[in-house]
Every structure is written in structure tokens, then in C-alpha cells.
């Protein structure tokens, strides 16, 4: 589903982004053409009035300035004494391009009004048409001289025009092209990095239901088992069955009581009472807690406190006792008989540390990320019914609602420290 919704939006994204390019590249290119063909039109008049004001100030034509006029200004001239052509167009006569002059006089007579035909000698001033004709720029001029009138044709070859046009048009392709695959590339690497984390979050949904269900079938067969043998067992049997029922059901409220804070969590609904607080209170009344049931599972609980007292907390004093029970609990199931657990504080800057470390088998390092995963739970602990493996989760999920943190570390000599990070409020 994933792949195809990442092909789909690759494609999109370069579609929509390669139309829009494209218009753009296409705007670009009209305007970039239009340029050109001004340029050339330009170019090609302003070679021709220097031709017609030579030509006007002129008695006597030279072959050479002839020949030079069309080399440099990269045109074609026919000049005509009267009706009749000057010898330098005999000389390089060419039909098809005579048909060209041709085709240039008619047009200028009948759309342009200059009939290079008649003579017009009693015209004082020049006349000149500018025009376009198929493949050529033309203008046609009639120059009165004191002896009748010199008739002109200038023709600009649009080759060069239209070959500038065509490589233009082809950098432009090429262009393009180029864009749009660099940003299908980017389409397809972008789109990707978007939707890895939707992915990463259907799976953790999957895996959370998938480990969810497997929680609940368990006490719920137990339960089902229960029920069904208490009309066939004796009294004292069937008060035991019951009181099996009512420990699974206890097990599973705590289950759904620990997936609907999780949820909250992630709802951002998870709302904070917070108040100024004696951490240092709040880990004797802790220690005082949990002291007992340490003493009668064989494992030693200590506290150690700075002389100073500890600096007022603004946090949620529940959710903060919450944390600390979690990491208690979770430690009275690692640490063997004889161990010791240590519930320690002091003052950070900007911080207080409050630390719960033990002398248990300790977390691997490759572990160290894991153990804040859902329904996450060591080898140690995996037949413990009591504990989900979404403990640490919800104590680092409280960590985070306060702006804190919460960490392991590995205790010197062997164990795990989980070191949590409340933020002072700032003056």
C-alpha cells in the first residue's frame, strides 16, 4: 500500500510541478522568440536605411560597395536605373532568386502601395515599404534622382532567424527535460521521506494491536476457564476460580488503564496538574512506600538526599510519584534476592536528577532504546504477569509532558540507573 501510494505521489508531484514548468519554460520561450525575431527585423531595417541613405547620397555606385553591403549586412539587393538593372545584378543573376525580388514587388504594389514598376519621377522624396515575405525580411524603396528614380529591393534571409530559433527551442527542451527529471528524482526521495514515518507508524499500530490483543486473550481465557468450571467444582474450588477471575480482571484493568493513558499521550490529551513540589518529600513518602515489600523480597532499598533541600519543582506530583513507582517496581523484578536498590536526587542546573539505580543483571546497550518501546519486555521478565512492558513507556511519556527526560545509564559494578530530569522553573 505504501509503495503504491509513493509512486502515486511521485507521479503527481512531478506532474503537477512538470505542467507548471513547462507553462513557464513555454512563456519563457514565446517571449525569448519574440526577442529574436524583433532583433533580426531591427538589424535588418537598420541595414537597409544605411543602404537607401547611401544610396540617396550617392550619383555614382561602386561593384565594391555593392559587395561589401551584402557581405556585411548579410543581405541580397537588386537596384534598378529606372527599369533596368545595374550591371552588378546581371552579373550574379539567380533564378530562384529573382523569383524572390519578384514576389517581393508584387507584395510591395499590392499591399504597400509602391509599384517599383512605374517610374514616379515627380516623387522629390524616397519611398520606402517594409514588409515580410516567405523566408525573407524585404523593404522596397524608390529613390528620385535628377534623372528618373533608382528602384530597390533588400531581402534578409530569415535562415539564421529561424535556426537560432530552433537551437533555442532545443536548449529549452533539453531544459526542461532535465528539470522535470531532477524533479521526479526529488519527487520520489521527498515523497518517500514523508511517508516513512506513516509507515513506521502503521506498523507500531499494527504491532501494538497485535501485542494489545495478545495481552487481553490471555486473562480472558483464563477468566472464560474459570467461569465455566465454577458450576462443577466444590465450594472451596469454586471461591478459588472466582478469586482467579477477579486477579485476571484487576490485571486487565490495569492493561487498559495503562493503553488509555498511552493513547492520551499520544491525543495530547494527557492534561498536567502541576503545582509546586517537595521532591525531596516525594521520595521519602516513596521510600517509605516501597520499603516494606523490599525488605519481604529480600532486596535492600536505600535513599540518599542532599543535607540542602532540594529547590520547589513545578510538575504534576502523581504522575512524577508514578514515574518512581514504575522504576521501583521494574527493579524489585530484576534485581536477585539479595540486591539493593538506591533512590537518590540532587540539584542540576536548571534541573533536578532524581536517580533509580540497582546492582540486577543490568540492560544491554542494544536494549537500551527498546525498553521505552511498547509491550516491550526483557528475557528476565517475559513470564512476569504483572508487568506489560508499557511501564517505561508511560514514565517516559511523563518525562516528556514536563520538558524533562528520563535515561539509562549503566550502575558501576553491574545494574541500571534510570536517571529522570525535571526542569526547574526559571525566575
Not at 483464563?222 to 462443577?232: F, G, Y
Request: hydrophobic letters at 40%.
Amino acid at each position: 500500500m505504501f509503495r503504491r501510494l509513493h509512486i502515486h505521489m511521485t507521479l503527481f508531484s512531478t506532474l503537477i510541478t512538470g505542467i507548471i514548468l513547462s507553462l513557464m519554460a513555454a512563456a519563457c520561450l514565446l517571449i525569448t522568440e519574440s526577442n529574436i525575431r524583433q532583433n533580426h527585423y531591427t538589424i535588418f531595417t537598420n541595414n537597409a536605411y544605411s543602404c537607401i541613405s547611401y544610396l540617396e547620397s550617392q550619383n555614382v555606385l561602386s561593384h565594391r560597395w555593392m559587395q561589401q553591403a551584402q557581405n556585411n549586412y548579410h543581405i541580397q539587393m537588386q537596384i534598378l536605373d529606372g527599369q533596368h538593372p545595374l550591371f552588378f545584378d546581371r552579373l550574379h543573376e539567380n533564378s530562384d532568386l529573382q523569383d524572390i525580388f519578384s514576389l517581393a514587388k508584387k507584395e510591395s504594389k499590392e499591399n504597400h502601395g509602391l509599384d517599383l514598376d512605374s517610374s514616379g519621377s515627380s516623387q522629390a522624396l524616397s519611398k520606402v515599404a517594409m514588409f515580410q515575405i516567405p523566408g525573407y525580411y524585404a523593404c522596397t524603396a524608390r529613390i528620385p534622382k535628377k534623372q528618373g528614380a533608382l528602384h530597390a529591393v533588400f531581402l534578409y534571409s530569415q535562415k539564421e532567424q529561424v535556426s537560432q530559433i530552433l537551437r533555442m527551442r532545443l536548449l529549452f527542451l533539453c531544459a526542461v527535460l532535465t528539470a522535470i527529471f531532477a524533479l521526479a528524482v526529488f519527487s520520489w526521495l521527498f515523497t518517500r521521506k514523508m511517508i516513512r514515518p506513516l509507515e513506521k507508524s502503521r506498523k507500531e499500530q499494527n504491532a501494538f494491536i497485535a501485542a494489545a490483543s495478545h495481552e487481553l486473550r490471555s486473562p480472558l481465557a483464563v477468566i472464560q476457564s474459570s467461569l465455566s468450571a465454577i458450576p462443577h467444582a466444590s465450594k472451596e474450588r469454586a471461591d478459588q476460580f472466582i478469586s482467579i477471575s477477579l486477579d485476571e480482571c484487576r490485571r486487565m484493568s490495569r492493561l487498559i488503564q495503562d493503553m488509555l493513558s498511552l493513547s492520551r499521550s499520544d491525543n495530547h490529551t494527557w492534561v498536567l496538574n502541576t503545582a509546586p513540589c517537595e521532591v525531596d518529600t516525594l521520595l521519602l513518602e516513596t521510600f517509605e512506600k516501597y520499603q516494606q515489600p523490599a525488605r519481604e523480597k529480600g532486596k535492600k532499598l536505600r535513599i540518599d538526599l542532599p543535607e540542602n533541600p532540594l529547590p520547589l519543582c513545578i510538575c504534576d506530583m502523581e504522575k512524577v510519584s508514578q514515574i518512581l513507582t514504575i522504576l521501583i517496581d521494574n527493579a524489585l523484578s530484576y534485581v536477585p534476592e539479595g540486591g539493593s536498590i538506591r533512590l537518590q536526587a540532587k540539584k542540576e542546573p536548571g534541573a533536578i536528577a532524581i536517580s533509580v539505580s540497582d546492582n540486577g543483571p543490568g540492560i544491554p546497550d542494544s536494549e537500551k532504546d527498546s525498553v521505552f518501546q511498547r509491550f516491550y519486555r526483557s528475557d528476565a521478565s517475559r513470564n512476569d504477569k504483572q508487568h506489560f512492558g508499557l511501564g517505561l513507556c508511560i514514565a517516559k511519556e511523563i518525562a516528556l509532558l514536563h520538558q524533562g527526560s528520563l535515561k539509562i545509564l549503566d550502575t558501576p559494578g553491574g545494574g541500571a540507573t534510570f536517571i529522570l530530569k525535571l526542569p526547574l522553573q526559571k525566575n
